[in-house]
């Protein structure tokens, strides 16, 4: 079965500073896609990253990177020079071909803090 | 583009009624679905759809249907609403079905049984 793994339910970074966010992964699928969403305080859900299974590059979208180390099953979001609107929820997801590509799983989140 | 609309934004009802949470994509998307997010959960799957006229459960579909006439639409309905259910739901679609699409999400509705 597939399984996302947040361990970081609240995380505090200086303003400016780079931050990891922690997400590890189980699945048998070989084939499958990893990405990460942020949830303001507003509410809607923006998708940030994706990394596929067969990429060999780590993702990066300006700021965010996705650190993946497939061995280890973790897919990590680094922010970098974290800026005060950064400060929200973020989630970990993957969509498999186990359930042939339906579902996607979600972390339970990490909440970032941003301080000024 | 408008990307997934949702509507209403906020609803209140009372246990026992029922309700339909609406959901539009202008994408030409194939594939939809239904989420609930309760805290500390992240986000759980409601039903989802692979295209007009075929619909599937997730994980957690008791107490909702799903029907799917056109691309572009895919409502939700509560048939007799429970505090459960109170919840916030999302919608979301991607191109297609496979893992390495991405899904896009509407702005959600926060709905509260009494």
């Known amino acids: 079965a597939q399984k996302i793994t947040q361990t970081q339910p609240g995380m505090f970074v200086q303003e400016k500073e780079a931050v990891t966010l922690d997400c590890t992964y189980d699945t048998s699928d070989q084939s499958y896609g990893l990405f990460w969403y942020k949830q303001p305080s507003s509410g809607e859900m923006i998708f940030l990253i994706y990394q596929g299974s067969y990429d060999e590059q780590n993702a990066t979208e300006g700021r965010y990177s996705l650190n993946f180390q497939k061995a280890r099953k973790s897919a990590n979001l680094v922010i970098s020079a974290s800026q005060l609107g950064d400060s929200a929820m973020y989630f970990c997801a993957m969509r498999g071909e186990d359930t042939g590509g339906f579902k996607t799983i979600f972390g339970a989140g990490t909440r970032l803090f941003v301080k000024a | 583009n408008a990307g997934v609309t949702q509507t209403p934004k906020f609803q209140v009802l009372k246990t026992g009624q029922s309700m339909t949470l609406q959901c539009a994509q202008d994408?030409?998307?194939?594939?939809m679905s239904w989420y609930r997010q309760d805290p500390g959960m992240g986000l759980r799957l409601i039903h989802y759809s692979v295209g007009a006229g075929i619909t599937d459960q997730g994980e957690v579909p008791n107490g909702y249907n799903v029907s799917r006439s056109t691309t572009e639409d895919f409502p939700l309905r509560l048939l007799s609403a429970a505090p459960s259910q109170t919840s916030v739901y999302f919608c979301?679609?991607?191109?297609?079905?496979?893992?390495?699409?991405?899904?896009?999400f509407g702005p959600g509705t926060r709905l509260t049984v009494l």
């Open positions: 994408m030409n998307h194939e594939y």
């Open positions: 979301a679609s991607s191109k297609y079905r496979g893992g390495t699409d991405t899904q896009y």
